[in-house]
């Protein structure tokens, strides 16, 4: 199963920022809507930011005016800007990814990555 490949979590005093990176490899074709979801323990995983290919954004209200989502197509690579970071946003964050397949489309996503904000 392909994965994508995240980075940039860590532990972070509130107020602080982080920037989270995930790149695609290259054996992905077709890259449509890129995007990061994050998940508690014992809660679902929620929508964080997406991305379409041309630049459409949608973000979860939680994090709307803190976070800002972009994406470099020519990397297949997504980033989430995370600012002013609350206890709150402390989840494991997931990249996801999908794209255009005969029979619809596929899905991707990475392995997680923590972050967490102390207060």
């Known amino acids: 199963q392909v994965q994508l490949e995240e980075s940039g979590g860590g532990l972070v005093q509130a107020g602080g920022s982080l920037r989270l990176s995930c790149a695609a490899p290259?054996?992905?074709?077709?890259?449509?809507?890129m995007g990061w979801y994050r998940q508690t323990p014992g809660k679902q995983r929620d929508l964080v930011a997406v991305?379409?290919?041309?630049?459409?954004?949608n973000y979860g209200d939680s994090v709307k005016g803190r976070f800002t989502i972009s994406r470099d197509n020519a990397k297949n690579t997504v980033y989430l800007q995370m600012n002013s970071l609350k206890p709150e946003d402390t989840a494991v964050y997931y990249c996801?990814?999908?794209?255009?397949?005969?029979?619809?489309?596929?899905?991707?996503w990475g392995q997680g990555t923590q972050v967490t904000v102390s207060s």
């Open positions: 290259g054996s992905i074709l077709r890259i449509n809507t």
């Open positions: 991305i379409s290919r041309g630049g459409n954004t």
């Open positions: 996801h990814a999908d794209s255009f397949a005969a029979s619809g489309l596929n899905d991707f």
